[in-house]
């Protein structure tokens, strides 16, 4: 599957948003690190997960001056699994975090799931207030589910991803507040 607004130039606000290639992990990964000091994702994840095309989708947003976002989605028809959204601090509040967001909806549309699922830390309110814009409802609580911090998650449900985003319309990312999250 590849992703159209990772073709060509620099897009909305010079931020260009692309399939993940093997070739970005290392980036990636210093990226995860530095967000996610206590809980971040060991490199072999991310080799892990791009591994398998057939059920992943996973992107990365950059700049001119390189990698300032990723995000990643689990599909398993019916059901698909945001594993990971990510942005840099010094772009959250641009929509950035809403145009990735954006991205996994349409490829949970294109993968055919019914319904989008995720974990959100409960002390993350940035990523809930982003995920309830899109009309995702807390479901549960997944007690002491990021570790070693033993942060709880809520566990938040979106059904039937195509009503949330229309998968021909481009992706402007304006009006929405980015943000970081991680699950």
Known sequence: MSSEPGQGPLAA?????????????????????RLF??????????????????????????????????????????????????????HWGTGLGSRLLTELLRAATAFECAEVLLECRVDNVRAQKLYER??????????????????????????DPSTSVNPASPVDGNGVQGTETHG
Not at 142 to 155: E, F, I, S, T, W
């Open 13 to 33: 606000g010079g931020i260009r948003v692309r399939d993940m290639v093997p070739a970005d992990i290392p980036a990636v990964h210093e990226l995860e690190e």
């Open 37 to 90: 000091p206590v809980d971040a994702w060991p490199l072999q994840m991310f080799v892990d997960e791009l591994s398998q095309p057939e059920t992943r989708r996973y992107l990365i947003a950059e700049a001119a001056d390189g990698i300032i976002g990723y995000a990643g989605l689990m599909c398993i028809e019916p059901i698909a699994d945001v594993q990971t959204i990510a942005v840099t601090r010094d």
């Open 134 to 159: 899109f009309g995702f409802e807390t479901i549960g609580v997944r007690r002491g589910y990021y570790q070693p911090g033993n942060v709880d998650a809520l566990v938040m449900r979106l059904t």
